[in-house]
């Protein structure tokens, strides 16, 4: 193997997020592989890190004829002044195949905006219909919206507001409905309902994510939290909104992990594999009333980025759907989704570092444990997560593992999302690489703790 090449914050001029770890200097991609400048190729099982690049890396011919023709015509257009046919293309066809009853689409240029337009769509439906005492919006307090002070209020993740606390205005939040809190949904809808108790007539929203992603890799509530959160919409009438950033345009085996609920809901939003990594563009989408309740109230909603709806980035995103379509990767996504997370399973199974392995389609999440009693939450200190990622990086994978959060609703966890088109051999890697590592840290933790115990 070739010396590796990466970029530490000595040796670069970009702001890095963490100045304390060193980069891998990417040079180019192909499918689910990436190439640094040495020539070693890392096997990228979360499609750019970031669950974006659905389509994998590299070169894909229709789409990048779609950005030299629509650069030919038009590149940018504000939309305060003007529509183009790009934008009323790519929402006819995200209506098209969004849940039934949505009916119009607004586009921005990425999940965070899409949550905080989301956000100010709730209010306004609202304030239109009279009911201006209503602005606060309930969401899993185990989550992730956005990265913008208005959508930190939106996580109850205390290390992810900490030290923005006295800009963000805090929203309610319930336990998750996890193995280790509250695996049948009921806990969770006690605090719902002692929340609707004491300010239900100022709830605007529930928030919340189908399947989630990074806060907790590859979990959906059980069946019976979301009938029950159906019945508590029709009773307080507060709007159901889906956060699909990462689910939406097939992560999870349909176009819309919304597709998959027993109920639908009145918001959603969608943004990373919209562009696919090849263009910033992420959408809101909106059913009839909500839509209506603005159209037969001021008749006007003020979202305000400069990029909404750019001729470029609808380009983009209608060529990502046409390709999509034609090739039908969100099928082979459902269809291969539950070997994937069956061959995950077997290889870990023994691990008494692992407690759960799940998800959906290819958006699967790994969950750790005390190896001693198999059921409590790791020592912080123990630092597993990152152990995961460095070691996974050692053997050429790259994946995203988050830490224990301070409320200790979720301890270490894995995140896996390979693009749509992986091999069936990229995967069966990806699968071995993974248990390798994990069983390496194990050991190491295992040894660690007995030698703790002394």
């Given at each position: 193997?070739?010396?590796?090449?990466?970029?530490t914050?000595d040796?670069?001029?970009?702001?890095v997020?963490?100045l304390?770890r060193?980069?891998?200097?990417?040079a180019?991609g192909?499918?689910?592989?990436?190439?640094?400048?040495a020539g070693n190729?890392?096997l990228?099982?979360?499609?750019?890190?970031?669950m974006?690049?659905?389509?994998?890396?590299?070169?894909v011919?229709?789409i990048?004829?779609?950005v030299?023709?629509q650069?030919k015509?038009?590149?940018?257009?504000y939309?305060v002044?003007?529509?183009?046919?790009?934008?009323?293309?790519?929402?006819?066809?995200?209506?098209?195949?969004?849940?039934?009853?949505?009916?119009?689409?607004h586009?921005?240029?990425?999940?965070?905006?899409a949550?905080?337009?989301?956000?100010?769509?709730?209010?306004?439906?609202?304030?239109?219909?009279g009911?201006?005492?209503?602005h606060?919006v309930?969401s899993?307090?185990?989550?992730?919206?956005?990265a913008?002070?208005a959508?930190?209020?939106l996580?109850g993740r205390?290390?992810?507001?900490?030290?923005y606390?006295?800009?963000?205005?805090?929203?309610?939040?319930?336990?998750?409905?996890t193995?280790?809190f509250?695996?049948?949904g009921e806990?969770?809808l006690?605090?719902?309902?002692?929340?609707?108790a004491?300010?239900g007539?100022?709830?605007?929203a529930?928030?919340i994510?189908p399947?989630s992603?990074?806060?907790l890799p590859?979990?959906?509530p059980p069946e019976?939290?979301?009938?029950?959160l159906e019945e508590?919409?029709?009773?307080?009438g507060f709007?159901?909104?889906?956060?699909e950033?990462?689910?939406?345009?097939?992560r999870?085996g349909?176009w819309?992990?919304?597709?998959?609920?027993?109920?639908?809901?009145?918001?959603?939003?969608t943004?990373?594999?919209?562009g696919?990594?090849?263009?910033?563009?992420?959408a809101?989408?909106?059913?009839?009333?909500?839509?209506?309740a603005v159209a037969?109230?001021?008749?006007?909603?003020?979202?305000g980025?400069?990029?909404?709806?750019?001729?470029?980035?609808?380009?983009v995103?209608?060529?990502?759907?046409?390709?999509l379509k034609?090739?039908?990767?969100?099928?082979?996504?459902?269809?291969?989704?539950p070997?994937?997370?069956?061959?995950?399973?077997?290889?870990?199974?023994?691990?008494?570092?692992?407690?759960?392995?799940r998800?959906?389609?290819?958006?699967l999440?790994?969950?750790?444990?005390?190896?001693?009693?198999g059921?409590?939450?790791?020592?912080p200190?123990?630092?597993?997560?990152?152990?995961i990622?460095?070691?996974?990086?050692?053997?050429?994978l790259?994946?995203?593992?988050?830490q224990?959060?301070?409320?200790?609703f979720?301890g270490?966890?894995?995140l896996?999302a390979p693009a749509f088109?992986a091999?069936?051999?990229?995967?069966?890697?990806?699968?071995d690489?993974f248990?390798a590592?994990?069983?390496?840290?194990?050991?190491?933790?295992?040894?660690?703790m007995?030698?703790?115990?002394?």
């Amino acid at each position: 193997m070739a010396d590796r090449s990466f970029v530490t914050s000595d040796d670069t001029s970009v702001f890095v997020r963490e100045l304390d770890r060193s980069y891998p200097l990417i040079a180019r991609g192909e499918g689910v592989w990436l190439y640094d400048e040495a020539g070693n190729a890392y096997l990228d099982a979360v499609s750019g890190g970031a669950m974006v690049t659905s389509l994998g890396h590299g070169a894909v011919p229709s789409i990048l004829d779609a950005v030299v023709e629509q650069t030919k015509a038009i590149s940018f257009l504000y939309n305060v002044h003007a529509t183009s046919p790009a934008q009323e293309k790519l929402a006819r066809e995200l209506i098209d195949i969004a849940p039934q009853g949505f009916t119009h689409a607004h586009f921005v240029s990425g999940g965070t905006e899409a949550n905080e337009l989301a956000l100010r769509m709730a209010r306004s439906y609202h304030v239109e219909r009279g009911q201006a005492n209503r602005h606060l919006v309930v969401s899993p307090a185990q989550a992730y919206h956005g990265a913008s002070i208005a959508t930190f209020g939106l996580t109850g993740r205390p290390g992810l507001q900490a030290p923005y606390e006295p800009y963000i205005q805090q929203q309610p939040h319930i336990p998750p409905s996890t193995w280790l809190f509250d695996p049948s949904g009921e806990a969770a809808l006690r605090a719902l309902d002692d929340i609707l108790a004491q300010v239900g007539d100022q709830v605007a929203a529930f928030l919340i994510e189908p399947v989630s992603a990074a806060s907790l890799p590859g979990y959906s509530p059980p069946e019976a939290f979301w009938r029950g959160l159906e019945e508590r919409r029709r009773e307080h009438g507060f709007l159901i909104w889906f956060d699909e950033v990462v689910t939406g345009l097939g992560r999870t085996g349909t176009w819309f992990a919304a597709d998959q609920m027993p109920l639908t809901p009145d918001i959603i939003t969608t943004a990373k594999g919209l562009g696919a990594g090849f263009f910033p563009v992420g959408a809101m989408l909106v059913s009839r009333h909500v839509y209506e309740a603005v159209a037969s109230g001021s008749r006007s909603f003020e979202p305000g980025h400069t990029w909404d709806g750019a001729p470029l980035s609808c380009a983009v995103g209608s060529a990502v759907l046409a390709h999509l379509k034609r090739t039908g990767l969100i099928d082979s996504v459902r269809e291969r989704g539950p070997r994937l997370l069956e061959n995950l399973r077997a290889a870990l199974d023994g691990c008494e570092l692992v407690r759960e392995v799940r998800g959906r389609g290819f958006l699967l999440g790994v969950s750790y444990v005390d190896p001693v009693d198999g059921a409590s939450l790791l020592d912080p200190a123990l630092a597993v997560a990152r152990r995961i990622d460095n070691e996974a990086l050692r053997r050429l994978l790259l994946v995203y593992s988050t830490q224990p959060t301070n409320d200790g609703f979720a301890g270490d966890q894995t995140l896996l999302a390979p693009a749509f088109v992986a091999t069936d051999s990229d995967l069966d890697a990806l699968v071995d690489r993974f248990a390798a590592t994990v069983k390496t840290v194990e050991s190491q933790v295992k040894a660690q703790m007995v030698g703790a115990a002394r």
